[in-house]
């Protein structure tokens, strides 16, 4: 059997490295962070910002409302705060067809 690497999950991320995964500036993550009472991300003593894994699948999911799907950020702000769960399972499956998508685009390529 193949060794097949396995995909290392930090407990925190910097705001360094959210705002290379979302490809934004800082700001926009302050700014998300002021709107959107579901972020709340940890602080050091210093007063870094500390984001968890539940962090980061609620800005994804304000990303896909606001960017990909067109709302404002009072409708996203509603539409959160009536379909919580049904927001974080369309994108779970969402996820899930990125990570199939990147698969199959590995598997073309070395063809």
Same mark, same amino acid.
């Given at each position: 059997?193949?060794?097949? /690497? !396995?995909?290392?999950? @930090? =407990?925190?991320?910097?705001? &360094? /490295? ?9 700001? *926009?993550?302050?700014?998300?962070? !002021? /709107? ?5 991300? +940890? @602080?050091? @003593? +210093?007063?870094?910002? =500390?984001?968890? *894994?539940? %962090?980061?699948?609620?800005? !994804?999911?304000? $990303?896909?409302?606001?960017? %990909? +799907?067109?709302?404002?950020? *009072? &409708?996203? !702000? ?5 379909? @919580?769960?049904?927001? +974080?399972?369309? *994108? ?10 990147? $698969?199959?685009?590995?598997?073309? %390529?070395? =063809?």
């Amino acid at each position: 059997m193949p060794y097949k /690497e !396995r995909e290392i999950n @930090k =407990l925190y991320y910097t705001m &360094g /490295e959210v705002t290379a995964m979302f490809d934004v500036n800082a700001s *926009q993550i302050r700014f998300y962070e !002021r /709107e959107f009472d579901i972020l709340k991300p +940890k @602080k050091n @003593k +210093k007063g870094n910002r =500390l984001f968890t *894994q539940e %962090d980061i699948a609620n800005l !994804r999911i304000i $990303f896909n409302l606001v960017k %990909d +799907k067109g709302y404002t950020l *009072q &409708g996203a !702000r509603d539409y959160l705060r009536s379909n @919580k769960n049904e927001a +974080k399972e369309n *994108q779970r499956v969402i996820d899930s067809l990125e990570r199939l998508k990147s $698969f199959l685009i590995e598997v073309r %390529d070395n =063809l």
